[in-house]
């Protein structure tokens, strides 16, 4: 059962322009998501996280977007840049889970110049 | 800065050899973890340790098994390792949920190749 859902594997985007990676999930009970940035041949690196009490938070380029009835949520980039090509996953937590984040299966961003 | 560090980042072995991969994270942070990833399939959890001695079974922990002797050790073991074992191995550690920030930070990754 996949609770973390990135449906797109790949989403091309021209510099300049704004790169939006989505993510759909089906429990309910998440109230805490993060999306990380991997490189390949390296670890992935945390990007940006939203509270379930919020619907936004930014950090410089990048907002993340969260809706709740839809249960989704969405990382927008603006403006993209050709240092932005990786592989992004979406993850989900919540307190009764203990620590572990629950990880979709990533969207390949590759940014073109 | 954070710093997680896994002891290969590329490792050939053969089928049936038992395999040890290390990870030292230096942020006193109780919790360890143990992933692998796969195209398409994301990042699974194999086992994670929320103490020392400590160890709790991921989504996939079938063939492997872990240890953490100390804090900031936590060592991966396939036990025999089999071809469908091939994937690039993530170690990552956090603290627990009440203490901030609390989310997980990753190693550079072990690409383990099994012929």
């Known amino acids: 059962d996949q609770q973390v859902k990135q449906n797109s594997p790949s989403l091309s985007v021209q510099e300049g322009r704004i790169s939006i990676l989505n993510c759909d999930y089906t429990?309910?009970?998440?109230?805490?998501f993060l999306w990380y940035k991997k490189y390949p041949a390296e670890g992935p690196t945390f990007l940006i996280s939203?509270?379930?009490?919020?619907d936004k938070n930014e950090d410089g380029r990048f907002t993340v977007f969260l809706n709740k009835s839809a249960k989704h949520l969405s990382l927008h980039i603006v403006p993209s840049q050709p240092g932005d090509s990786a592989v992004y996953f979406c993850?989900?937590?919540?307190?009764?889970?203990?620590?572990?984040?629950?990880f979709g299966a990533g969207t390949i961003l590759r940014v073109k110049s | 800065d954070v710093k997680v560090t896994q002891s290969s980042r590329y490792l050939v072995k053969r089928t049936g050899e038992k395999v040890f991969l290390e990870c030292v994270q230096d942020?006193?942070?109780?919790?360890m973890f143990w992933y692998r990833q796969d195209p398409g399939l994301g990042l699974r959890l194999i086992y994670f340790?929320?103490?020392?001695?400590?160890?709790e079974k991921g989504d996939i922990p079938e063939g492997y098994s872990v240890s953490r002797e100390k804090k900031e050790r936590f060592s991966l073991i396939l036990e025999s390792a089999s071809t469908n074992q091939t994937s690039m191995y993530l170690c990552?550690?956090?603290?627990?949920?009440?203490?901030?920030?609390?989310?997980?930070?990753f190693g550079p990754g072990t690409r383990l190749t099994v012929t």
């Open positions: 340790s929320y103490d020392v001695k400590m160890k």
């Open positions: 942020m006193d942070h109780e919790n």
């Open positions: 993850a989900g937590t919540y307190m009764e889970y203990g620590n572990k984040l629950v």
């Open positions: 429990n309910s009970m998440f109230d805490y």
């Open positions: 939203i509270s379930s009490i919020k």
């Open positions: 990552a550690s956090s603290y627990n949920r009440d203490r901030f920030p609390y989310e997980q930070y």
